[in-house]
C-alpha cells in the first residue's frame, strides 16, 4: 500500500501532495513499464526478457521538477540489486524530474531554502 505526503515549505509555506511507494497492481511488471513513456517501456520490457527470473523494485518517489516547479511523486523501478534503474517523468509536465530518497535532499521549489517536510496525509492502493 502507498502513502500520501503532504509537503510543505517551513520557511514560504509552499506546499504540494504526492503519492510514495507502491500499490498491489505494482505487482506486475507489465503494469509497471505501463507507467513509462513508450521508449523506455519498450527498453523496461527488452531488459526484462534477458533475465531468467526478472527481479525488480519498484516504488513511487518524491521528485523535484525543475520545469514545472513542484514537488510530484514519479516511479522509479530497479532491476536486481543495484541494477538498471529508469526514472519517470514529472505527470504534471512530462519532464524529467529528479528524485530523491529523502525530502531533506530536495530544496524547496519556490524559495530554494532546504526547509521541507513530510506529513502522512492517507494511503493510496
Known sequence: ???MLK???RSCGAGWEC???CGMQHGNLG???GLYPEDIRKEIMEHAAGMEFPVYDF???PAHC????AIVGIPVLSFGYGGTEYAGVCD???QAAEPAEDIAQILCPAC???ALEKEDIGLWD
Open 112 to 114: 530554494h531554502e532546504a
Open 19 to 21: 503519492r510514495t511507494g
Open 59 to 61: 516504488g513511487y518517489r
Open 7 to 9: 509537503i510543505t515549505c
Open 66 to 69: 525543475r520545469q514545472c516547479r
Open 31 to 33: 503494469t509497471v513499464a
Open 92 to 94: 504534471r509536465c512530462g
Open 1 to 3: 500500500m502507498g502513502r
